[in-house]
């Protein structure tokens, strides 16, 4: 099975850095991916890692280790715009279906 | 293409009554996936195809629940008798076989179960 933590709420400054964790614990893993979802829509995709380290675009970049199970997104330079849930999702072995966490809802304030 | 395309948006049904959801994948896409969200929750995993094959389908679907994708192309998914716990936003996505984690979704079908 997956089990996969995520904390519920954040709330964060505008212009200000923050980092959404993750855990997991799952029976299979090939990959960890990050999803972005406004209020009232579609999750859209925002990154993923395979490999241990950090993966960079622009003002978001993921970390993983697959040995503690865990990652984060770090959001840079935050905009109110980025006031959405975060959702972390594990694929499983044989790489055909995600299977996501509850979602970290982000609160920018001004 | 402009993504993937759900219908309907909105469903208000009466218990008992079955329902019927309709999804259009990205053309060029040849998985499809079908997932459900509560307020609140992240999205939980139903069924997916690849092509016209249904491969795989949650232990938590009941009966009561069916899919198609019978060309490969569209997808339906149906609730029989539906009941109150049914009501949720029912969510659609697409992805190419080569990136199976980036998940393309539809906008979604809100069912409400009266």
């Known amino acids: 099975g997956q089990n996969i933590d995520q904390p519920t709420e954040m709330t964060a400054t505008e212009g200000a850095i923050v980092q959404i964790n993750c855990t997991y614990q799952?029976?299979?893993?090939?990959?960890l991916f990050w999803y972005q979802q406004h209020a009232g829509e579609a999750p859209t995709f925002l990154s993923y890692n395979v490999l241990d380290g950090l993966e960079e675009k622009g003002r978001f970049s993921s970390f993983l280790s697959r040995s503690k199970g865990y990652s984060y997104l770090l959001l840079k330079e935050l905009q109110m715009k980025d006031s959405a849930s975060y959702l972390c999702a594990v694929r499983d072995n044989a790489g055909n279906m995600l299977t996501f966490g509850g979602g970290t809802r982000l609160m920018v304030k001004p | 293409d402009t993504g993937v395309s759900q219908d309907p948006r909105h469903k208000i049904t009466k218990r008992g009554q079955n329902v019927t959801f309709r999804c259009d994948p990205i053309s060029e896409h040849n998985r499809l996936y079908w997932y459900r969200q509560t307020l609140g929750q992240g999205p939980e995993f139903l069924t997916y195809?690849?092509?016209?094959?249904?491969?795989?389908k949650s232990r938590l679907l009941s009966d009561r629940f069916s899919a198609e994708r019978p060309k490969g192309s569209f997808s339906t998914l149906e609730i029989q008798r539906t009941e109150q716990g049914d009501s949720a936003m029912y969510l659609c996505a697409s992805s190419s076989e080569r990136r199976t984690g980036e998940l393309f979704f539809g906008e979604g079908s809100r069912l409400t179960v009266l």
């Open positions: 799952t029976s299979g893993f090939n990959g």
């Open positions: 195809f690849q092509n016209e094959a249904q491969l795989e």
